[in-house]
């Protein structure tokens, strides 16, 4: 049997438009509230359309000497411009960008998952550091 993992790709978001880009802190204190921004498509648009969306992004963080991830938040992006006149043809459309305010007690990794309705899972991750 195939591990999903063999299915989420990876790859550098600058010339890959589904790789999600985490922006944060590189450092952040202990137990102080800091913001996570997570979007993508940041160097190469990905489309926004009924037929080619990307349907939701979750960031997860790893942090140091624990067993497992957390999930951190997960955003759904439901409006893709379908309406009653049909594909394309609304007037809403949301955009694939999330911005979570989080703390963390202890450094670690942030991994963020972002699912295209038509090209799967695409993963990135980024380090950060308690100081
Ligand atoms: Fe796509």
Do not use: Q
């Not at 993508?40 to 997860?60: D, F, M, S, V």
């Amino acid at each position: 049997m195939a591990e999903l993992s063999g299915h989420i790709k990876k790859a550098d978001w600058k010339t890959e438009k589904h790789v999600p880009v985490i922006e944060c802190p590189d450092t952040v204190k202990a137990g102080e509230m800091f913001g996570v921004k997570v979007t993508l498509g940041k160097e190469i648009a990905h489309p926004n359309t009924t037929e080619h969306h990307i349907r939701w992004i979750t960031l997860y963080m790893h942090a140091e000497g624990e067993k497992f991830a957390y999930e951190v938040a997960h955003a759904e992006f439901n409006a893709h411009g379908e309406s009653t006149e049909g594909a394309n043809k609304g007037p809403v459309y949301t955009h694939h960008e999330v911005t979570v305010t989080m703390k963390t007690a202890k450094a670690g990794t942030l991994h963020a998952l972002a699912f295209c309705n038509i090209h799967g899972l695409w993963e990135s991750s980024r380090e950060i550091g308690v100081g």
